[in-house]
């Protein structure tokens, strides 16, 4: 089955750095991905949709620049948390379209800004 | 942004058990929906799709009433593996994946 890849699995860093996550899909072409963010006890919560080589879409609420998603080709999509501060600590997952209207998840990544 | 609302839970219930989770949703142009089951810090993993009145697949069994506009998830002779938060969801547009807050469940022997 479709199977979409998610680096790193976990990260901490120091507040004011940034981190790349990265999600590859690794047998289909990923046309779009969509990225969530779930704080412990809360569910999944869309922050933006990307889309191959054209600029994302951003949920309201969620600050762009701050954000960065990059998605240059079909099989990768990377967001960027930049400049991390402790509010920004979550489970950040992607999420991918696959066909007849499935979709699959990367394992998630577990962001700590300390 | 449209509104999936689940049952607040938590559920606490004995192995052996039936439990059932209800779930509404606000978009009624939604064509079909979905049951995730997300086990803690893990990414959530497909459980069931509804796409007409119900679905059923083993234990479990799911109901779409469109209509009430709500959709409902009945886990049969519950098994301690069964204990999970378990997300109702519904495509927007078909695209993105709106999830509701997620039910947890708790099966004990």
């Known amino acids: 089955g479709a199977v979409v890849s998610q680096h790193p699995s976990w990260v901490i860093c120091k507040s004011g750095t940034s981190v790349k996550i990265e999600c590859r899909s690794l047998?289909?072409?990923?046309?779009?991905m969509f990225w969530y963010r779930q704080f412990p006890k809360q569910s999944l919560m869309l922050m933006a949709t990307?889309?191959?080589?054209?600029?994302?879409?951003?949920e309201q609420g969620v600050e762009k620049d701050k954000f960065l998603i990059n998605h240059a080709s079909l099989t990768l999509s990377t967001l960027t948390v930049t400049s991390a501060h402790p509010e920004d600590s979550s489970f950040y997952i992607c999420?991918?379209?696959?066909?007849?209207?499935?979709?699959?998840f990367g394992s998630g990544t577990r962001l700590t800004v300390v | 942004r449209k509104e999936v609302e689940q049952d607040p839970g938590p559920f606490n219930v004995p192995e052996g058990a039936t439990v059932a989770f209800n779930c509404t949703y606000s978009?009624?142009?939604?064509?079909?929906f979905f049951w995730y089951r997300q086990d803690c810090r893990k990414e959530p993993k497909l459980l069931m799709s509804?796409?007409?009145s119900g679905n059923e697949d083993g234990r479990f069994t799911a109901q779409l009433n469109r209509a009430s506009q709500y959709i409902s998830l009945l886990i049969r002779d519950s098994k301690l593996s069964d204990s999970a938060t378990y997300l109702c969801?519904?495509?927007?547009?078909?695209?993105?994946?709106?999830f509701g807050k997620g039910t947890t469940l708790s099966v004990s022997s």
């Open positions: 999420s991918a379209m696959t066909g007849g209207n499935g979709y699959t």
């Open positions: 047998d289909f072409q990923a046309t779009t």
């Open positions: 990307s889309n191959e080589g054209s600029k994302a879409t951003y």
């Open positions: 978009n009624s142009a939604s064509q079909s």
């Open positions: 509804v796409y007409s």
């Open positions: 969801v519904a495509p927007e547009g078909g695209t993105a994946l709106i």
